[in-house]
């Protein structure tokens, strides 16, 4: 991920810029369109891809990332380097690169538990966002995050603001390299996240029912105490 004008938090610059042009009105319907099957076809290669299909499995560690916010200032690709000058990944180790406008899973899951939702912004995919949002005060420490995969900025922007997602942090991917990397299987994909980074538990691969989300987000608090960590009174 890049940021203009802060070279320490350079990574993994974006592509180059479509020269703008004059467009009509039914211009922007057609580009969803493309953007939808652009995001469907992507999803369908990790469906058959020889990753499997079922998320990361639990005990393994989750792939680290640096995403920018999707309501932040900060352009660039999601930065997926695990060490320095790891070229098209990040010149700077993911997990190093934090500050405002970043979503950075390390920093996450270095407090706490995590409940990360990866998901395409588009038909009922998002409506796990708000589930998050319910949740997330009866569960103290627990950080709820969640990553739109490609699509479009502007519109993500509007559904952070639309669903009041105060309480969930929500990242962009604009070129979607998280998708093998988190074997997405559906849309939305949850995983269960204990402190330093290992999977508590399988992924959901469909948004559950609200009871269902709130008993798994329960035992990985449970999990997580059985490991020493201490949720804030």
């Known amino acids: 991920m890049s940021r203009r004008g802060s070279p320490e938090n350079l990574a993994r610059p974006p592509g180059p810029q479509a020269r703008a042009v004059r467009t009509p ?68 180790p993911a997990c190093v690169v ?35 949002q319910a949740l997330a005060g009866d569960f103290p420490g627990v950080s709820f995050a969640a990553v739109a995969i490609k699509g479009e900025r502007r519109s993500l922007r509007r559904l952070v603001l639309a669903r009041g997602l105060s309480n969930v942090a929500v990242g962009f991917d604009a070129d979607g390299v998280l998708v093998s990397m988190y074997r997405l299987a559906s849309c939305p994909q949850l995983t269960f996240v204990l402190p330093g980074g290992i999977v508590q538990s399988r992924a959901l691969l469909s948004r559950p029912p609200l009871g269902t989300l709130r008993a798994r987000v329960g035992e990985l608090v449970a999990a997580a105490k059985a490991r020493g960590w201490k949720a804030p009174a």
């Open 25 to 92: 009105p039914y211009g922007r319907y057609i580009g969803l369109l493309a953007v939808v099957v652009v995001v469907a076809l992507t999803i369908a290669v990790a469906l058959t891809s020889s990753n499997g299909a079922t998320g990361i499995a639990p005990g393994e560690a989750v792939p680290p990332f640096a995403a920018p916010l999707a309501s932040g200032t900060l352009n660039g690709d999601v930065n997926v380097a695990t060490r320095a000058n790891e070229g098209s990944a990040g010149k700077t």
């Open 98 to 132: 934090r500050g405002a406008g970043v979503l950075n899973v390390c920093a996450l899951y270095e407090r706490g538990p995590v409940v990360l939702a990866l998901f395409v912004n588009a038909g009922s995919c998002p409506a796990v966002l708000g589930d998050m």
